[in-house]
T-cell receptor, first 111, second 115 residues
């Protein structure tokens, strides 16, 4: 069965520190991969996506993610976190009309 | 200004009443989706529609109904048969790219509370 795991429910980092959010998936074929960000009470905004090709993808707001087929992972990274990055982050995996979302990782940024 | 609108933002209903959530998009997207979000869980697909007058059940369709009479609109009705309807509901839409790929864009959501 298809599934997405975000192992970290909550992460706290200091402003200016680097960030890595983990995402692991189980899927029959090579899926499409996405990271979304959600502020409280808001909809989801797409940060970046992977369909094929270069396994390191760049997104908005200085985020990047790397697809590692051998590890079934698509981890999100940012070299220097800003206070405005505090939000909930969702990894999503699937095909065109069959998307599976992880449970989310809540990011807190310390001043 | 293109986008997806959901109304209302907050909705309160008494137990046993049906309620309809609105979703409208002016992005000219062909596909539309409804998701339910509960605390500590990811999004779960309720229904989706790829063309007018056609829709498919998602993982948790029981207790919900939809219609797609216009390309721009995909209302969701939460019926009294839904056992635990209090949740945050998100509407999304997508269009197939030249390579056949889709990415979903989300509306701002409606928080439904059943009293």
């Amino acid at each position: 069965a298809q599934s997405v795991t975000q192992p970290d429910i909550h992460i706290t980092v200091s402003e200016g520190a680097s960030l890595e959010l983990r995402c692991n998936y189980s899927y029959g074929a090579t899926p499409y991969l996405f990271w979304y960000v959600q502020s409280p009470g808001q909809g989801l905004q797409l940060l970046l996506k992977y369909f094929s090709g270069d396994t390191l993808v760049q997104g908005i707001k200085g985020f990047e993610a790397e697809f590692k087929r051998s590890q079934s992972s698509f981890n999100l990274r940012k070299p220097s976190v800003h206070w405005s990055d505090a939000a909930e982050y969702f990894c999503a995996v699937g095909s065109n009309n069959d998307m599976r979302f992880g449970a989310g990782t809540r990011l807190t940024v310390k001043p | 200004d293109g986008g997806i609108t959901q109304s209302p933002k907050y909705l309160f209903r008494k137990e046993g009443q049906n309620v309809t959530l609105s979703c409208e998009q002016n992005l000219n997207h062909d596909a539309m989706y409804w998701y339910r979000q509960d605390p500590g869980q990811g999004l779960r697909l309720i229904y989706y529609s790829q063309i007018v007058n056609d829709f498919q059940k998602g993982d948790i369709a029981e207790g919900y109904s939809v219609s797609r009479e216009k390309k721009e609109s995909f209302p969701l009705t939460v019926t009294s048969a839904q056992k635990n309807p209090t949740a945050f509901y998100l509407c999304a839409s997508s269009i197939r790219s030249g390579r056949g790929r889709r990415e979903q864009f989300f509306g701002p959501g409606t928080r439904l509370t059943v009293l």
